[in-house]
Nanobody, 120 residues
Framework: QVQLVESGGGMLQAGGSLRLSCAAS????????MGWFRQAPGKEREHVAG????????YYADSVKGRFTISRDNAKKSVYLQMNNLKPEDTATYYC?????????????WGQGTQVTVSS
């Protein structure tokens, strides 16, 4: 089992950058694929990025490709999401998840979320 805590959210203007972090506890972090998801009010949860247990495979949604970068540090039990050139449509609550496969999971463990608000 793994517990996840996100941090790094905030409010900023379009074109800016943020780095989200997700800290995990539990002994088996390195065995999980990790993902970042987001959900805006009134919208379904979107899978924006994923990374395999060793970082060798990644996934990005088309909406963030070229702007977001996912990475992980298994020694620190952490996964990160570097977000550049942020747009108002990136406004959402961002969640990290731990699961079986990079793209399709299933993702069984979730953090509480961190809010990202981008103004135009």
């Amino acid at each position: 089992q793994v517990q996840l805590v996100e941090s790094g959210g905030g409010m900023l203007q379009a074109g800016g950058s943020l780095r989200l972090s997700c800290a995990a506890s539990g002994r088996t972090f390195s065995s999980y694929a990790m993902g970042w998801f987001r959900q805006a009010p009134g919208k379904e949860r979107e899978h924006v990025a994923g990374i395999s247990w060793n970082g060798g495979s990644t996934y990005y949604a088309d909406s963030v490709k070229g702007r977001f970068t996912i990475s992980r540090d298994n020694a620190k039990k952490s996964v990160y999401l570097q977000m550049n050139n942020l747009k108002p449509e990136d406004t959402a609550t961002y969640y990290c998840g731990a699961g079986s496969r990079v793209r399709y999971g299933p993702y069984d463990y979730w953090g509480q979320g961190t809010q990202v608000t981008v103004s135009s």
